[in-house]
């Protein structure tokens, strides 16, 4: 019995999110303290990098929860505070990148590269000289043949 609480609790420990927000950072209006995590939630953490600042213990991810929420206490609206952060750590900082013309490319190079390998296959294919058909052998060549084979 005890085993089966034991298992029961690390299965749900394990499958609740490990929010990382410290008290002293919440913010005291709910509406802003929603955007605050949902902002947080498609942040990277720089340390972790696997996890949104929001999941993150790291002091990096700390600093990071606190800007976004004084940003949006200074009125900034989601796409600015992204925009800053951005703009301070790179593209790399979000969860899920926005689309750009970098992004496709990333995407895009091992489908074109694939591509370009199977066509040059193909090309190289059908542009090799195909093989000759061996002549069957005279019988002065099947006799030396045998004589050889003899020895």
Same mark, same amino acid.
């Given at each position: 019995?005890?085993?089966?609480?034991? =298992? @029961?609790?690390?299965?749900? +420990? /394990?499958?609740?999110?490990?929010? +990382?927000?410290?008290? $002293?950072?919440?913010?005291?209006?709910?509406?802003?303290?929603?955007?605050? #995590?949902?902002? !947080?939630?498609?942040?990277?953490?720089?340390?972790?990098?696997?996890? /949104? =600042? $929001?999941? /993150?213990? +790291?002091?990096?991810?700390? $600093?990071?929860?606190?800007?976004?929420?004084?940003?949006?206490?200074? %009125? $900034?609206?989601? *796409?600015?505070?992204?925009?800053?952060?951005? !703009?301070?750590? %790179?593209?790399?900082?979000?969860? *899920?990148?926005?689309?750009? +013309? *970098?992004?496709?490319l990333l995407w895009a190079a091992?489908? @074109?590269?694939?591509l370009i390998g199977v066509v040059?296959?193909?090309?190289? /294919?059908?542009? #090799?000289?195909?093989?000759?058909?061996?002549?069957?052998? !005279?019988?002065?060549? *099947? @006799?030396?043949?045998?004589?050889? !084979?003899?020895?």
């Amino acid at each position: 019995m005890m085993r089966r609480l034991i =298992i @029961a609790l690390f299965v749900l +420990a /394990s499958a609740m999110p490990a929010l +990382a927000v410290n008290p $002293d950072e919440v913010l005291k209006d709910p509406a802003l303290e929603q955007r605050a #995590r949902n902002l !947080s939630a498609q942040l990277r953490c720089m340390v972790c990098q696997n996890q /949104s =600042i $929001d999941d /993150s213990n +790291a002091e990096l991810a700390k $600093d990071l929860r606190v800007l976004v929420r004084e940003r949006l206490t200074d %009125g $900034d609206t989601d *796409k600015q505070v992204l925009d800053y952060v951005v !703009s301070r750590y %790179g593209e790399f900082v979000l969860l *899920k990148p926005r689309l750009s +013309a *970098k992004t496709v490319l990333l995407w895009a190079a091992p489908i @074109a590269l694939l591509l370009i390998g199977v066509v040059t296959m193909i090309l190289f /294919s059908r542009r #090799r000289p195909p093989l000759k058909a061996v002549a069957p052998l !005279s019988e002065e060549e *099947k @006799a030396r043949i045998d004589a050889l !084979s003899r020895r």
